[in-house]
């Protein structure tokens, strides 16, 4: 869990980090858990393995899930009357829960919801890890609680550890997360060899793990040995401390200041080292878990800091400028010019050819000719199914002609590769991103616009402005046009979603009327449907009146209301001169059929009654009725067996 998280010292080297205090103390019982044993502690916080206590954490588990929009409000009997977040809505579900009795019917159902959405814990028997910040301060606990959102936003992946709760002891947060019982890759590589095939096997399953978070928009920022966790079957990662949105939150506070160095230099890309070498996204985790699987498969950091500080030690003191290995570390990092000091087979010559490009290639400096994550986890996957490890090369160490032209060989391929994938890649954002634009520059409903221009915002990600300015400039007007919005656009999803269905509701009953077979359906169910619809559109307009918001955002949902409950009335006239229209069609085709085609005319006897007994029971319809039984039926033996 450790990682510099600050400026690196520019004078003396970092000297032992003193043992701080326990931020619980272990054994003592708190709210709904009970800590049983430090895990780890590192810069960010401590980590704890704790017994959660079921009865006492069903409340808080369902409240927190409720508020944060996991959950439906209807489990403790809230139907729609607030929007979510509204301050009166949180009171309200509050107050709910914290009145329910555990011998209530509505405590077990929510107990049953727990046990329901958390599997894992359940077969784990309640124990969990608790993660606590190791600082009060302002700026340590807003990048906890973004490690919070980044995990509670990343869902459950099986290459992830998992998001249960997240709580408060006093005045400092708690992150409750599964208990995975394992070992980190720095223990794993210091404990035995790790062959190659098992390598690729976690390379692969970390690619995942990546892949997922970055279609969340989360960028980790922080892949290292000790961030990565195996218990010899699964692999996962962890430590979101340093997570960053791969897009740009509204209204979040920003943590990290524009000159301030993130990461563990010996893991960190170039462009978190120099923000001048370009912007930190999905290949800047790839480079990370390059870096890692170069020391899973050597057994030796790429840059290990024992090497730099004995090189320091060598120089004349007067040449020395900082006498922390890391800032050496850093300054060799940002030099593009320079490769890396290491390639894998310079340590393992039996490795196979293709993993060492697979490493080497996620590694390169230059982001143009790294991997992206989809193409790196694209490539892992099809060296697993053709078995590479199998086919190892010889035992003799290569020789320094022969790693020139793998070196040479692997950078023109990839370039090669990339450029390909690259002009691909901008096709199809080109395409999207187009699309995308000239849906939202016609769509009149604000919402949808948002999502729109949300989903074009992830397409133009991936086109560089300076060939793509015209589309970018389209995009950004009308974001800009949507700015000072967000909030209010917000808050009317959930009305919108309704007045959506009552909508379709609407739409589905015209189109039964007007079906070819609307006679097969009683006009009582008809009404009933109609009566029901028109009772949901007139609470639901009242609730939207009440919103407030502005005409730009409710206004088209309420105009669409009122007109729906404007012609509801009407729908009974119309399905009246529907079904009289049907029947005396029907009735002179049978008048026409009697004579020359009797088994036509006994379907159409067939049809008319069925038509007749699901219509309003009138004088016209029985005498119609009667008639058919008296002068068709016999005629057609239609009685008869």
Not at 130 to 157: C, I, Q, W, Y
Not at 566 to 589: C, S, V, Y
Not at 621 to 626: E, F, I, K, T, V
Request: charged fraction near 30%.
């Amino acid at each position: 869990m450790d990682s510099v998280r600050q400026d690196v010292p520019k004078s003396d080297p970092p000297a032992r980090r003193e043992r701080v205090p326990l931020p619980l103390r272990i054994g003592e019982r708190y709210d709904y858990f009970t800590p049983l044993e430090p895990i780890a502690q590192g810069g960010m916080g401590t980590l704890f393995k704790i017994k959660i206590h079921r009865d006492d954490f069903v409340t808080p588990y369902i409240l927190g899930h409720i508020l944060s929009g996991d959950l439906s409000a209807t489990l403790v009997g809230i139907h729609g009357r607030y929007l979510l977040h509204e301050p009166e809505f949180e009171e309200e579900v509050g107050r709910r829960i914290g009145a329910v009795d555990r011998r209530s019917f509505l405590f077990q159902r929510m107990l049953s919801e727990l046990e329901t959405r958390e599997p894992r814990l359940v077969e784990a028997g309640w124990i969990a890890a608790a993660k606590v910040p190791r600082h009060e301060d302002a700026v340590a606990t807003s990048r906890f609680l973004r490690e919070v959102r980044s995990l509670h936003n990343m869902g459950d992946h099986p290459n992830i550890v998992k998001y249960i709760s997240c709580g408060q002891v006093g005045e400092r947060p708690v992150l409750i997360t599964e208990y995975f019982p394992s070992m980190d890759l720095a223990e794993r590589i210091a404990q035995a060899p790790v062959s190659a095939e098992s390598s690729l096997r976690i390379f692969t399953a970390v690619l995942r793990a990546l892949h997922h978070a970055h279609g969340k928009g989360i960028l980790h920022r922080d892949v290292k040995p000790s961030n990565v966790l195996t218990d010899g079957d699964q692999i996962k990662i962890t430590d979101f401390g340093l997570a960053k949105p791969l897009f740009p939150e509204v209204g979040r506070t920003q943590v990290t200041m524009a000159d301030q160095i993130v990461g563990t230099p010996a893991y960190m890309a170039p462009e978190q080292a120099d923000a001048r070498l370009g912007a930190v996204g999905e290949w800047t985790d790839v480079y990370q878990l390059g870096i890692t699987m170069f020391e899973l498969v050597t057994r030796r950091p790429m840059y290990d800091e024992d090497e730099y500080r004995a090189r320091l030690d060598r120089m004349p003191p007067d040449e020395v400028k900082d006498a922390d290995p890391r800032r050496l570390i850093l300054e060799e990092v940002q030099d593009r010019a320079r490769e890396h000091p290491h390639f894998p087979r310079d340590f393992d010559p039996t490795l196979p050819d293709e993993l060492e490009k697979l490493i080497m290639t996620a590694c390169q400096k230059h982001i143009l000719e790294r991997y992206t994550c989809e193409l790196a986890l694209e490539h892992a996957e099809e060296l697993l199914r053709n078995k590479v490890f199998a086919h190892a090369e010889p035992t003799l160490a290569p020789s320094e002609e022969r790693k020139r032209e793998s070196r040479t060989t692997l950078i023109l391929s990839a370039s090669e590769a990339m450029l390909a994938r690259h002009a691909f890649a901008e096709a199809e954002a080109y395409e999207r991103g187009l699309s995308l634009l000239g849906r939202a520059e016609n769509e009149s409903d604000v919402i949808a616009l948002a999502d729109l221009v949300e989903e074009a915002g992830k397409a133009l990600a991936r086109l560089p402005r300076a060939k793509f300015g015209v589309l970018h400039a389209r995009h950004e007007a009308l974001a800009k046009g949507l700015e000072g919005e967000r909030d209010d656009i917000e808050a009317f999803r959930p009305n919108r979603k309704i007045a959506l269905e009552i909508a379709s509701g609407y739409e589905a009953l015209l189109a039964l009327i007007e079906s070819e077979r609307f006679f097969e359906t009683p006009v009582s169910a008809i009404r009933s449907k109609a009566s029901a619809l028109r009772a949901r559109a007139a609470q639901h307009l009242e609730r939207v009146r009440r919103t407030g918001l502005p005409e730009r955002i409710a206004g088209r949902w309420q105009r669409q209301l009122e007109s729906i409950l404007h012609e509801l009335p009407r729908l009974d006239d119309t399905l009246a001169a529907r079904k009289a229209a049907f029947i005396r069609k029907k009735k002179e085709e049978l008048d026409r059929a009697i004579e020359r085609n009797p088994n036509e005319a006994a379907m159409i006897v067939l049809t008319l009654r069925r038509a007749l007994e699901n219509a309003d029971p009138g004088d016209w319809g029985r005498a119609l009725l009667a008639e058919i039984e008296r002068d068709y039926v016999p005629r057609l033996k239609l009685g008869e067996s």
